[in-house]
Nanobody, 131 residues
Framework: QVQLVESGGGLVQAGGSLTLSCTIS????????MGWFRKPPGLEREGVAM???????TYHHSVKGRFAISRVDGDNSLVLVMNSLKPADTGVYYC?????????????????????????WGQGTQVNVSS
């Protein structure tokens, strides 16, 4: 059974930092691109950052320079370090795993990330950034 479990969400003031983690089981993580997505209140789910199986990251322009994604395949973990947080970063954050080029395209373009777009999703962790 494949499981992706996010942790690390919480409440932080604007300008603060949070680190999200995603623990993966049931798949060989090294075979997959991994990504972070978020669903702001009242809006569709969107891409934040992804990292391919070779370790190359891609960021949405709204988080570039503030967020850093990393993966440790040996530990089956995916990490998102979020700095200089803004109220607009509020939302439920999900990690996802997939193969193929779609994840990079979704993150780069800011397209809506649908459940069916990627093979595996976590349940999400809430991030609230207060002004």
């Amino acid at each position: 059974q494949v499981q992706l479990v996010e942790s690390g969400g919480g409440l932080v003031q604007a300008g603060g930092s949070l680190t999200l983690s995603c623990t993966i089981s049931g798949i060989t993580m090294g075979d997959y691109s991994m990504g972070w997505f978020r669903k702001p209140p009242g809006l569709e789910r969107e891409g934040v950052a992804m990292i391919d199986s070779a370790g190359s990251p891609t960021y949405h322009h709204s988080v570039k320079g503030r967020f850093a994604i990393s993966r440790v395949d040996g530990d089956n973990s995916l990490v998102l370090v979020m700095n200089s947080l803004k109220p607009a970063d509020t939302g439920v954050y999900y990690c996802a795993a997939d193969v193929g080029p779609l994840m990079k395209i979704v993150v780069e373009t800011g397209a809506v990330a649908r459940e069916a777009d990627f093979a595996y999703w976590g349940q999400g962790t809430q991030v609230n950034v207060s002004s």
